[in-house]
């Protein structure tokens, strides 16, 4: 199928939420797992969704339209790295927080994990959130094409108990193109396309 990805909007304050009558699967994950990549990915294109070598680049809420499909990819700021103040980091969780709770339209959160890392606490700390919140997982574990076959596999297996799926996590390469097909089939899963 040929779709196409735009970003139709931009939110840093909670003030500027509205509600969006569209579903939504938000991309959630620390700094520098490669959520724009995987956006521009998605997209087709290299510089949709802004690429930096400093982690923490992305501090809004980007809503990404997805057509013919109908739904948002929602690009969350990532956690963990940015180099910017706790003031400025506890904006926004309350941004986040208020984006979560109680969106109707929020059918998903894709939780974006590096391939190349065992479990990490920030990680285990979000995806409990998500689902305290009753929101479905999508665990994708990013840079897939690093570690060895077996070592994903394990990972892999890893998160599916963590997470207690019947799927596994989603292995997803922005370089090579790798489990880009699974995630639009699950996204659309949780969207109903």
């Given at each position: 199928m040929n779709r196409t990805i735009e970003l139709v909007k931009t939110i840093y304050e909670i003030k500027q939420l509205e509600d969006v009558d569209e579903p939504q699967i938000a991309l959630a994950g620390r700094s520098n797992v490669g959520k724009s990549s995987l956006v521009n990915r998605l997209a087709g294109?290299?510089?949709?969704?802004?690429?930096?070598?400093?982690p923490g680049?992305?501090?809004?809420?980007?809503?990404?339209?997805?057509?013919?499909?109908?739904?948002?990819?929602?690009?969350?700021?990532?956690?963990?790295?940015?180099?910017?103040?706790?003031?400025?980091?506890?904006?926004?969780?309350?941004?986040?927080?208020?984006?979560?709770?109680?969106?109707?339209?929020?059918?998903?959160?894709?939780?974006?994990?590096d391939a190349r890392l065992s479990p990490q606490k920030i990680d285990l700390e979000l995806t409990a959130y998500v689902r305290g919140l009753g929101i479905p997982v999508i665990p994708v574990l990013t840079k897939a094409d690093k570690p060895k076959q077996r070592e994903l596999a394990k990972l892999q297996k890893?998160?599916?108990?963590i997470l207690q799926q019947d799927q596994a996590p989603v292995l997803f390469s922005s370089k090579?193109?790798?489990?880009?097909?699974?995630?639009w089939n699950r996204f659309g899963e949780h969207t109903g396309v």
């Open positions: 294109r290299k510089s949709l969704a802004k690429i930096s070598s400093k680049k992305t501090r809004s809420l980007n809503y990404y339209r997805v057509q013919p499909d109908g739904y948002f990819l929602v690009d969350l700021p990532g956690y963990g790295y940015a180099k910017c103040s706790k003031q400025e980091r506890l904006k926004w969780a309350k941004l986040i927080e208020a984006y979560m709770k109680n969106n109707q339209r929020l059918k998903a959160v894709a939780v974006l994990l890893q998160w599916q108990d090579t193109g790798k489990g880009e097909e699974k995630l």
